[in-house]
């Protein structure tokens, strides 16, 4: 495998570091429940996705204390 002949300055490698960047997660509400969710997935709170209900959520029963 081929090696760098010259060591590379902290600026180079910062200045091709500055392309690196995370973008925001695209997140919009769903027309159902209006909870955030990912566009074109199912809604993890109600189900539905492209107006019909997609998935059945079972929703838990809170335990009783004894």
Do not use: D, F
């Not at 995370?22 to 769903?30: E, F, G, R």
């Amino acid at each position: 495998m081929p090696l760098p002949k010259k060591r590379h300055s902290k600026a180079r490698g910062r200045r091709r570091r500055t392309h690196w960047k995370l973008s925001k997660t695209a997140l919009m509400p769903c027309p159902q429940c209006k909870s955030l969710k990912l566009p074109h997935r199912v809604c993890a709170v109600c189900g539905y996705y492209n107006g019909r209900q997609a998935i059945e959520i079972k929703v838990k029963e809170k335990k009783k204390k004894q």
